[in-house]
């Protein structure tokens, strides 16, 4: 079964394909579609979300194929993952460990390639299962509340704040609690070795007032390129800088 997508195609041009984070759907990337009209495009909506809500998946090998059929799907042949937070450790296990053929390179921003031990992993399981059980069963704005108020997202403020519940407050409970739990960190491989060893281009794009992950790309050592004025969500927060970045990026790939 393909997932859901939208695409846009530019006749001879690569593509970029587009995976939101967590609790969003292909409409994330919308601000930046005619900033990339030269390309074409492909916006997912990834398994327990937006179109593909009704989809439920194992693991993340079971999600990368999905996105294999997907793109074979719209015959995209050569093409970019960009991927935010949830999305990124998707393109990222798809990088490194998926059916990748015709992929030119990859984008991630704010996304955790893996953790590095089994406490960390033992640690998280009982995090997201925490997750899980509230989203099936407590109202999901309560749930979302809370969400927003995790260290990670310290910087919004009360109607940053607002304003992403009410957006997310469009979602299945419980096809996010299906996803969450097929997508935990602690069922994703650790892929930062694979990453460093990527035969493609490959950038990790973080909020400078993103501690947390901009610590976790440096230890990783991946290669980290800052979004200014801009926390977690850099590409919602600063679309400007995260625009200039990645086509930046792009036009960089294409010179070399």
């Not at 179109?51 to 996105?67: K, N, P, Q, T, Y």
């Not at 407050?169 to 069922?187: I, K």
């Not at 794009?205 to 790309?217: H, M, P, Q, S």
């Not at 991946?222 to 200039?244: K, M, S, T, W, Y």
Request: hydrophobic fraction near 45%; proline fraction near 5%.
């Amino acid at each position: 079964m393909i997932l859901h997508a939208r695409a846009r195609v530019v006749p001879g041009r690569p593509w970029l394909v587009w995976l939101h984070g967590f609790l969003g759907c292909e409409r994330e990337w919308q601000p930046f579609a005619n900033d990339f009209a030269d390309w074409s495009q492909l916006w997912v909506d990834l398994p327990g979300h937006g179109g593909s809500a009704h989809i439920a998946v194992r693991d993340f090998a079971e999600v990368s194929e999905r996105l294999c059929a997907t793109l074979a799907h719209y015959e995209v042949e050569r093409y970019w993952l960009v991927g935010y937070s949830l999305g990124g450790r998707v393109a990222m296990y798809h990088a490194c460990r998926g059916r990748a053929a015709g992929l030119m390179g990859l984008v991630v921003e704010g996304a955790n390639p893996g953790l590095a031990c089994k406490a960390e992993r033992e640690q998280r399981a009982l995090s997201d299962s925490h997750w899980v059980h509230r989203l099936l069963n407590e109202p999901l704005t309560a749930v979302l509340d809370d969400w927003y108020r995790q260290p990670i997202f310290s910087h919004l403020s009360d109607a940053q704040r607002s304003e992403l519940i009410l957006l997310r407050s469009r979602n299945h409970p419980a096809c996010l609690a299906a996803m969450l739990e097929a997508t935990s960190l602690a069922r994703q491989p650790n892929l930062a070795a694979a990453l460093r060893a990527l035969k493609v281009p490959f950038r990790y794009l973080c909020g400078e007032r993103d501690a947390k992950f901009r610590a976790l790309a440096q230890v990783r050592a991946l290669p980290l390129q800052v979004i200014p004025c801009a926390g977690h969500n850099a590409h919602r927060e600063n679309p400007g800088a995260f625009r200039d970045a990645l086509r930046q990026i792009l036009t960089q790939a294409d010179e070399d």
